[in-house]
Protein backbone atom coordinates (compact mmCIF):
# COMPACT_ATOMS: atom_id res chain seq x y z
CA UNK A 1 0.00 0.00 0.00
CA UNK A 2 1.30 3.20 -1.36
CA UNK A 3 1.95 5.65 1.64
CA UNK A 4 2.05 9.37 1.06
CA UNK A 5 3.42 11.98 2.74
CA UNK A 6 2.30 16.23 2.41
CA UNK A 7 4.38 18.74 3.21
CA UNK A 8 5.43 22.51 2.11
CA UNK A 9 2.12 24.31 3.50
CA UNK A 10 2.33 26.85 6.08
CA UNK A 11 1.42 31.09 5.91
CA UNK A 12 1.35 32.97 2.66
CA UNK A 13 0.22 36.68 1.99
CA UNK A 14 -2.26 37.13 -0.64
CA UNK A 15 -0.40 36.77 -3.96
CA UNK A 16 2.33 34.76 -2.82
CA UNK A 17 3.46 31.42 -3.88
CA UNK A 18 3.66 28.28 -2.53
CA UNK A 19 5.39 24.97 -3.46
CA UNK A 20 3.72 21.51 -1.71
CA UNK A 21 5.21 18.31 -2.12
CA UNK A 22 3.66 14.86 -2.07
CA UNK A 23 5.86 12.35 -1.55
CA UNK A 24 5.81 8.44 -1.30
CA UNK A 25 6.68 5.38 0.23
CA UNK A 26 6.10 1.79 -0.32
CA UNK A 27 5.36 1.95 -4.40
CA UNK A 28 6.87 4.19 -6.69
CA UNK A 29 4.44 6.70 -8.23
CA UNK A 30 5.66 5.90 -11.51
CA UNK A 31 2.55 3.60 -12.14
CA UNK A 32 0.25 6.16 -9.96
CA UNK A 33 -1.22 9.24 -10.93
CA UNK A 34 -1.80 11.69 -8.27
CA UNK A 35 -4.34 14.29 -7.21
CA UNK A 36 -4.54 17.15 -4.73
CA UNK A 37 -6.90 18.12 -2.99
CA UNK A 38 -8.25 20.41 -0.61
CA UNK A 39 -10.58 21.05 2.32
CA UNK A 40 -11.30 24.22 3.28
CA UNK A 41 -13.21 24.40 6.73
CA UNK A 42 -16.99 23.83 6.42
CA UNK A 43 -16.45 22.42 3.06
CA UNK A 44 -16.39 19.42 1.65
CA UNK A 45 -13.16 18.05 0.08
CA UNK A 46 -12.54 19.58 -3.47
CA UNK A 47 -10.29 18.24 -6.29
CA UNK A 48 -7.58 20.86 -7.21
CA UNK A 49 -5.27 19.49 -10.22
CA UNK A 50 -4.10 15.79 -11.09
CA UNK A 51 -1.32 14.10 -13.09
CA UNK A 52 -1.30 10.99 -14.93
CA UNK A 53 0.63 8.08 -14.77
CA UNK A 54 1.30 6.86 -18.66
CA UNK A 55 1.57 10.38 -20.33
CA UNK A 56 1.82 12.87 -17.59
CA UNK A 57 -1.40 14.59 -18.38
CA UNK A 58 -2.61 17.60 -16.39
CA UNK A 59 -5.63 18.22 -15.17
CA UNK A 60 -7.05 21.87 -13.02
CA UNK A 61 -10.13 22.93 -11.54
CA UNK A 62 -11.35 26.04 -13.04
CA UNK A 63 -10.72 27.68 -9.68
CA UNK A 64 -6.55 27.07 -9.81
CA UNK A 65 -6.38 27.44 -13.52
CA UNK A 66 -3.51 29.29 -14.80
CA UNK A 67 -2.30 29.76 -10.84
CA UNK A 68 -1.50 26.21 -9.66
CA UNK A 69 0.89 23.64 -11.68
CA UNK A 70 1.47 19.98 -10.48
CA UNK A 71 4.47 18.71 -12.21
CA UNK A 72 6.09 15.21 -10.77
CA UNK A 73 9.48 13.72 -10.43
CA UNK A 74 9.47 10.07 -10.48
CA UNK A 75 13.30 10.03 -9.55
CA UNK A 76 12.36 11.64 -6.02
CA UNK A 77 8.89 9.96 -6.05
CA UNK A 78 7.75 13.16 -5.67
CA UNK A 79 4.08 14.87 -7.01
CA UNK A 80 4.92 18.92 -6.67
CA UNK A 81 1.94 21.55 -6.61
CA UNK A 82 3.28 24.87 -7.50
CA UNK A 83 0.95 27.46 -6.13
CA UNK A 84 0.99 31.41 -7.35
CA UNK A 85 -1.21 33.95 -6.75
CA UNK A 86 -2.50 32.34 -4.02
CA UNK A 87 -6.31 33.81 -2.66
CA UNK A 88 -7.70 33.53 0.47
CA UNK A 89 -10.24 31.28 -1.13
CA UNK A 90 -7.60 28.94 -0.85
CA UNK A 91 -6.73 28.69 2.33
CA UNK A 92 -7.07 24.79 3.17
CA UNK A 93 -5.67 21.57 4.22
CA UNK A 94 -3.83 20.15 0.96
CA UNK A 95 -4.52 16.38 0.24
CA UNK A 96 -2.54 14.10 -2.31
CA UNK A 97 -3.91 10.92 -3.53
CA UNK A 98 -2.70 8.41 -5.82
CA UNK A 99 -4.57 5.71 -8.03
CA UNK A 100 -3.06 3.15 -9.99
CA UNK A 101 -5.23 4.25 -12.84
CA UNK A 102 -4.78 6.60 -16.10
CA UNK A 103 -6.33 10.11 -15.77
CA UNK A 104 -8.07 11.11 -19.38
CA UNK A 105 -10.73 13.34 -17.77
CA UNK A 106 -11.34 15.95 -15.32
CA UNK A 107 -14.19 13.60 -13.73
CA UNK A 108 -11.81 11.13 -12.93
CA UNK A 109 -8.93 13.36 -11.04
CA UNK A 110 -12.29 14.73 -9.16
CA UNK A 111 -13.43 11.15 -7.94
CA UNK A 112 -9.84 9.58 -7.06
CA UNK A 113 -9.78 8.31 -3.75
CA UNK A 114 -7.64 5.25 -3.25
CA UNK A 115 -5.21 6.37 -1.26
CA UNK A 116 -4.84 9.43 0.68
CA UNK A 117 -2.06 11.45 2.74
CA UNK A 118 -2.25 13.86 5.75
CA UNK A 119 -2.72 16.59 4.45
CA UNK A 120 -0.72 20.15 4.97
CA UNK A 121 -2.47 23.21 6.12
CA UNK A 122 -1.86 26.35 3.33
CA UNK A 123 -3.41 29.90 4.73
CA UNK A 124 -3.43 32.87 2.94
CA UNK A 125 -3.99 35.73 5.06
CA UNK A 126 -2.17 38.95 4.79
Known amino acids: QVQLVESGGGLVQPGGSLRLSCTAS????????IGWSRQAPGKKREAVSC????????YYADSVKGRFAISRDDAKNTVYLQMYDLKSEDTAVYYC???????????????????WGQGTQVTVSS
Open 51 to 58: VSFTDGST
Open 26 to 33: GHTLEYYS
Open 97 to 115: AAAPVPITIWDTCASMNDY
